[in-house]
């Protein structure tokens, strides 16, 4: 079934250990992103790649890191983690970055850092 | 700065109409986009509009006027299964999607 999968469904992190989290689309879409979806807030871009072997800043970038390597994968590292990255995340894919492409998401990984 | 509102919390009733409204100002604007997010599960993509007027897909319509900066979702023949958040996101001069933190749709029997 084509789509966006995302690894892990969940996961409990102790603060100050580094986490992948992993994202692969077979979509053979260009555009990729990482949102964090918190309580009460709307989806808060972390960062994005319009195309393969490029990436961006979104709007909460600090203390995670993204590459893309081929088309279908994205990983979102974080280096070492804090209670404040505790959040559910989600991978989302577009044809392209143009006005009309919408977003497909992954179903997200739920973190927890203690 | 950029910003999207929504009503945090509606209640409607099964078969009845409901509209959802979503209000931005953003810095540009490149089309609008509404989410259906199910507790627990990934958002959905619903609709789009980038040109003023009505746009319908079944049950669901959403509406922009882009000199108001004002769309709205109007979800007829409600059923059980339409509760749900719904994401008003918009897409500013530099195609980065601005999200409205949404709208939980509670529908009552």
């Known amino acids: 079934i084509a789509g966006i999968t995302q690894a892990p469904t969940s996961q409990i992190l102790a603060a100050g250990r580094r986490m992948t989290l992993r994202c692969t689309q077979d979509?053979?879409?260009?555009?990729m992103y990482w949102y964090r979806q918190d309580l009460g807030l709307g989806l808060r871009l972390i960062h994005y790649?319009?195309?393969?072997?490029?990436?961006g800043k979104g709007e909460v970038p600090d203390g995670y890191s993204v590459s893309r390597a081929n088309t279908d994968d994205f990983p979102l590292t974080l280096a070492s983690a804090v209670p404040s990255q505790t959040s559910v995340y989600f991978c989302?894919?577009?044809?392209?970055?143009?006005?009309?492409?919408?977003?497909?998401f992954g179903n997200g990984t739920r973190l927890t850092v203690t | 700065g950029q910003n999207i509102d929504q009503p945090t919390e509606m209640t409607a009733t099964e078969g009845a109409i409901v509209q959802i409204n979503c209000t931005y100002q953003t810095s540009g604007f490149n089309g609008l986009f509404w989410y259906q997010q199910h507790a627990g599960e990934a958002p959905t993509f619903l609709s789009y509009?980038?040109l003023d007027g009505l746009e319908e897909k079944g049950r669901f319509s959403s509406f922009l006027s882009r000199s108001k900066g004002y769309s709205y979702l109007l979800l007829k023949e409600l059923q059980m299964k339409d509760s749900a958040s719904y994401l008003c996101a918009v897409r500013d001069s530099n195609y980065q999607l601005i999200w409205g933190a949404g709208t939980k749709l509670i529908i009552k029997p």
């Open positions: 979509m053979r879409h260009n555009a």
């Open positions: 790649s319009n195309t393969a072997g490029t990436t």
């Open positions: 989302a894919s577009s044809a392209d970055s143009s006005n009309n492409s919408p977003l497909h």
């Open positions: 509009n980038v």
